[in-house]
Nanobody
Framework: QVQLVESGGGLVQAGGSLRLSCAAS????????MGWYRQDPGKQRELVAS???????NYADSVKGRFTISRDNAKNTVYLQMNSLKSEDTAVYYCNAGVPGSGIYWGQGTQVTVSS
């Protein structure tokens, strides 16, 4: 069983920065794609950013140039550096990881609130 534990959410003023972390634990040979999603109440969960094991990245248009995803494969950890935060970035952020041969896993979510 794989567990994902997120940290780093909180309250920040518009224009500020936050860094989210997500550590995977359990029986893991190698993680596949890791990413971050977010969800507002009443809306669908949307992809924010993802990164392959080899380092290829994908970003939502709304965060390009402001957010940066990175990962430490030795630590089974993925990060999301969020700069120039806007009120519309307010959401619950979820970590996601694909484990080849095992499945797709989600973290419990961490709240990010940006005050204007």
């Amino acid at each position: 069983q794989v567990q994902l534990v997120e940290s780093g959410g909180g309250l920040v003023q518009a224009g500020g920065s936050l860094r989210l972390s997500c550590a995977a634990s359990g029986v893991i040979f190698r993680l596949g794609i890791m990413g971050w999603y977010r969800q507002d109440p009443g809306k669908q969960r949307e992809l924010v950013a993802s990164m392959t094991f080899g380092g290829s990245t994908n970003y939502a248009d709304s965060v390009k140039g402001r957010f940066t995803i990175s990962r430490d494969n030795a630590k089974n950890t993925v990060y999301l550096q969020m700069n120039s935060l806007k009120s519309e970035d307010t959401a619950v952020y979820y970590c996601n990881a694909g484990v080849p041969g095992s499945g797709i896993y989600w973290g419990q979510g961490t709240q990010v609130t940006v005050s204007s």
